[in-house]
T-cell receptor, first 113, second 113 residues
Framework: SQTIHQWPATLVQPVGSPLSLECTVE??????LYWYRQAAGRGLQLLFY??????ISSEVPQNLSASRPQDRQFILSSKKLLLSDSGFYLC????????????FGEGSRLTVL | GNSVTQMEGPVTLSEEAFLTINCTYT??????LFWYVQYPGEGLQLLLK?????DKGSNKGFEATYRKETTSFHLEKGSVQVSDSAVYFC????????????FGQGTRLTINP
């Protein structure tokens, strides 16, 4: 069966520090991968998605970047965090079929102080 | 562009009450529609889905009908339980190969015993 993991689960970082959140998927190949952010009291915003290795699409201009160095690995990064980067980050994968269903990881809560 | 509007919360009900959470959408083409649920401290999981007009999705006593004429996908349950307390997200999937989900802002539901 397929599983998705992301880490760390919780992170507290000072403003201006770097960020790296990792996400890996097991049990499937060539998945579509996604990073969403859930800010406090708000819905989910799609940040990045990837349909293949090295292929990254950004949905909103921001302080973050994403990379996909391997088929089932998706990394969210920042060189210098801002206060506004605080939130709950969710990685997800989809089979790329026309069902639209996504499978989400457990989430990573980032607090920037 | 595509968008989803959800009934604003929070919603508080007593156990065994009837639940409706409204969801309307704006989309080009014929999107698939979803309800996701997020239990405290967890990622999102799919609750139910419908892929074409007049389809009814159902799971765990919840149901929602894809109404193209009113562009709606309201979530209902006849008798809620304390364990249904969670945040509920309505979402649509565009018809592109990237299978991006557009989410509503979420509705926090609390069920009191």
């Amino acid at each position: 069966s397929q599983t998705i993991h992301q880490w760390p689960a919780t992170l507290v970082q000072p403003v201006g520090s770097p960020l790296s959140l990792e996400c890996t998927v097991e049990g499937t190949s060539n998945p579509n991968l996604y990073w969403y952010r859930q800010a406090a009291g708000r819905g989910l915003q799609l940040l990045f998605y990837s349909v293949g290795i090295g292929q990254i699409s950004s949905e909103v201009p921001q302080n973050l970047s994403a990379s996909r160095p391997q088929d089932r690995q998706f990394i969210l990064s920042s060189k210098k965090l801002l206060l506004s980067d605080s939130g709950f980050y969710l990685c997800a994968w989809g089979a790329g079929e026309n069902t639209g269903e996504l499978f989400f990881g457990e989430g990573s809560r980032l607090t920037v102080l | 562009g595509n968008s989803v509007t959800q009934m604003e919360g929070p919603v508080t009900l007593s156990e065994e009450a009837f639940l409706t959470i409204n969801c309307t959408y704006t989309a080009t083409g014929y999107p698939s529609l979803f309800w996701y649920v997020q239990y405290p401290g967890e990622g999102l999981q799919l609750l139910l889905k419908a892929t074409k007009a007049d389809d009814k999705g159902s799971n765990k006593g919840f149901e929602a009908t894809y109404r193209k004429e009113t562009t709606s996908f309201h979530l209902e349950k006849g008798s809620v339980q304390v364990s249904d307390s969670a945040v509920y997200f309505c979402a649509l999937s565009d018809s592109t190969g990237a299978q991006k989900l557009v989410f509503g802002q979420g509705t926090r539901l609390t069920i009191n015993p």
